[in-house]
């Protein structure tokens, strides 16, 4: 790959979405029935969502959830879920707003990526649809066609999404170094090592708490979805 000028880093969840792709997902597989117990799938959900928030979930603690979840059929019964739950809940929440900070950065011939922690099942038909061809998420561990419900290598999470970075760019000859500029859009403080690495921080839609680093390191703040209800804590 030809490095470009510079490069674009977006996290997803509440970022380019104006929600939580992963705890929609499971929310979604829940409240249709596939996810078995279904007051108890949405306790689960809820409980992890809110560790998250709190800065204190780790990456296997949620894949032991969240991964499980894609043990429970087989890989074409899998995919319609996954329709069904675009169709629903993913499609009608892909705003201009994102779509026109993507659009932005192509149109200046920057490289653009996802960095995610929720997994590739999930997130590559939401990288398709946003037009975003490069995806980084947490990768599942998969026997023959079908999920372990394990994760396999570095999960993209926290620390991780620095190392699955560094990697990816390695695949290509790359390395941040080699970009005059480099963006990262996030919204979460779990985000911070990556936020960290870049040359353009940008904290969006963020956390309280990441808005106050944000605000006292002179980084860029950007509200996409300000008009919507903030359910982040």
């Known amino acids: 790959m030809t490095a470009p000028h510079a490069l674009a880093l977006f996290d997803l969840d509440h970022t380019l979405l104006p929600f939580d792709s992963d705890y ?23 409980e992890l969502m809110q560790r998250y928030n709190e800065g204190v979930l780790n990456a296997y603690e949620a894949a032991e959830f969240m991964l499980g979840l894609l043990t429970l059929t087989g890989p074409r019964e899998l995919v319609q879920w996954h329709e069904d739950y675009m169709a629903e809940i993913v499609s009608p929440q892909i705003l201009p707003q994102a779509q026109e900070l993507i659009a932005q950065h192509q149109a200046n011939g920057d490289i653009c990526v996802i960095v995610t922690a929720t997994n590739e099942f999930v997130t590559r038909p939401i990288a398709d649809a946003l037009n975003i061809p490069h995806l980084i998420a947490t990768i599942p561990e998969r026997d023959g066609e079908r ?8 999960p993209s999470f926290k620390e991780g999404k620095v190392t699955r970075v560094q990697q990816w760019l390695s695949d290509q000859n790359l390395s941040l170094g080699n970009f005059s500029d480099s963006w990262f859009y996030s919204d979460s403080l779990n985000d911070l090592p990556l936020l960290e690495a870049v040359s353009k921080p940008v904290a969006t839609n963020p956390s309280p708490a990441l808005r106050a680093i944000a605000h006292s390191r002179g980084w860029q703040v950007l509200d996409l979805f300000e008009d919507l209800q903030d359910t982040k804590s």
Request: zero cysteines.
């Open 147 to 154: 999920y372990t419900g394990r994760i396999h290598g570095t």
């Open 24 to 46: 929609q997902w499971a929310a979604f597989l829940a409240r249709t029935g596939r996810a078995g117990d279904p007051i108890e799938a949405q306790r689960r959900n809820d």
